[in-house]
Structures are given as structure tokens and as C-alpha cells.
């Protein structure tokens, strides 16, 4: 069935270094895929999105990464800050489903300062 | 964006009772979704909640456990019935981003804990 799962639970990094979220989704179908954060006590906060159609796209200190060919997204962080110690979610939307979003089960980033 | 608003963000509930949550949207939105995520887990979707007809439900969820309204195009509520331990968990409503087909904006969400 479907399904999208991330590659690690948590991941430790020393404030200022780069970080690197994986996720693996088995729905090759799908149109859409969102980066979500959720800080403790609060709703997953939109990050970013890229399309299918898409290789990369680029925001602010953040770069998603799309590789159809082994159904791989990643998550980049530049420069990671205290301020972004959160789970990380990623979430599938499939194709012709303009509602249904598929979340990863996380990944917990711990920036050490 | 849209700004969600969602009450109550906690409640303790006695087993065997229902708690009804609200989600208020600062402007109109054609469809709105309620979300569960249990300690430690992530989200599933429940139910998609649409304007003028029936919410739609995701395998697992049923409407006699989980009813919905939808009165008009900012507001939902989701009602949790007879509530046991193993429905302790957050909900969590979602709506379209204004102005985006997709990305999802999401309340705070409300956690709920049944003893």
C-alpha cells in the first residue's frame, strides 16, 4: 500500500552545520510533496513543497531534493540554529487527490549549540 | 496564509463522554480536514470535511465515532464520542493554504488525554 517513511528518528547536529532529512515514499503516482516542522505543542508549520515535475527547489536556508528514479525527498537545512530543534515531517499528496496528505513518521532534529 | 483557530487546545476527558472540537478559519475555504496524531506518532487523516454535504471519511475512522460539521465555509467542528484512553491524542484541523492548490496550513491543534 501506500506509504512514505523516513530513513532516521533523530538526527543530532552542532549548531551552524548543515543538516539532511530523508525520506522514502513508495507512490510513484504522486503530484506533490511537503516539508512540514512542528515544534513541541504546536501544528506541523508548511516549510516547503515541490512538485513531481521537479528536481529541486530552493527557500530560505532551506533546499528540497526529489529523486523519482529511487522515490527519495530530502530535507536541507544551511546553517542549522537552535530555533530549528523540531520534527520534521514529510507528506505525499497523490495524484488527482487535491486533499489526502500521507505524513512520514518524522524525524526529531537536535541542534546542539 | 489562513489562520486557524482551534479550541479548546487541551482537554481531560472521563471515559465513556465525547469532546467536540472547533475549528474557525479567518476566511472561506472550500474544503477543511481533521487530522489524529497519537504520542509519538504522525498524522492520519480522519475525515475531509466539505460545505453543504457529508464529511468523507478515511478507512478506520467511522461518523458514529467521529462526527463532523461543517456549517459554513469557516468553521468545523469534529465531536470525539465515547471517549476511551486509546483515543488520548491530538486533532488536529487543516485547510487549503489561500491562494495554493496545495499546501495544507494547520491549527494548533487540541490534545486530548481520557482517564
Known amino acids: 500500500g501506500e506509504s512514505v517513511g523516513l530513513h532516521l528518528p533523530t538526527l543530532s547536529v552542532q549548531e551552524g552545520d548543515n543538516s539532511i532529512i530523508n525520506c522514502a515514499y513508495s507512490n510513484s503516482a504522486s503530484d506533490y510533496f511537503i516539508w512540514y516542522k512542528q515544534e513541541s505543542g504546536k501544528g506541523p508549520q508548511f516549510i516547503i513543497d515541490?512538485?513531481?515535475?521537479?528536481d529541486k527547489r530552493q527557500g530560505q536556508r532551506v533546499t528540497v531534493l526529489l529523486n523519482k528514479t529511487v522515490k527519495h525527498l530530502s530535507l536541507q537545512i544551511a546553517a542549522t540554529q537552535p530555533g530549528d530543534s523540531a520534527v520534521y515531517f514529510c507528506?505525499?499528496?497523490?495524484?488527482?487527490?487535491?486533499?489526502?496528505?500521507?505524513f512520514g513518521q518524522g524525524t526529531t532534529l537536535q541542534v546542539k549549540p | 496564509s489562513a489562520v486557524i483557530s482551534q479550541k479548546p487546545s487541551r482537554d481531560i476527558c472521563q471515559r465513556g463522554t465525547s469532546l467536540t472540537i472547533q475549528c474557525q478559519v479567518d476566511?472561506?475555504?472550500?474544503?477543511m480536514f481533521w487530522y489524529r496524531q497519537q504520542p509519538g506518532q504522525s498524522l492520519t487523516l480522519i475525515a475531509t470535511a466539505n460545505q453543504g454535504s457529508e464529511a468523507t471519511y478515511e478507512s478506520g475512522f467511522v461518523i458514529d465515532k467521529f462526527p463532523i460539521s461543517r456549517p459554513n465555509l469557516t468553521f468545523s467542528t469534529l465531536t470525539v464520542s465515547n471517549l476511551s484512553p486509546e483515543d488520548s491524542s491530538i486533532y488536529l484541523c487543516s485547510v487549503d493554504r489561500t491562494g495554493r492548490a496545495f499546501g495544507y496550513t494547520f491549527g494548533s491543534g487540541t490534545r486530548l488525554t481520557v482517564v
Open positions: 476566511s472561506q475555504v472550500t474544503m
Open positions: 507528506a505525499e499528496i497523490p495524484s488527482g487527490n487535491t486533499g489526502k496528505l500521507i
Open positions: 515541490i512538485r513531481s515535475n521537479m
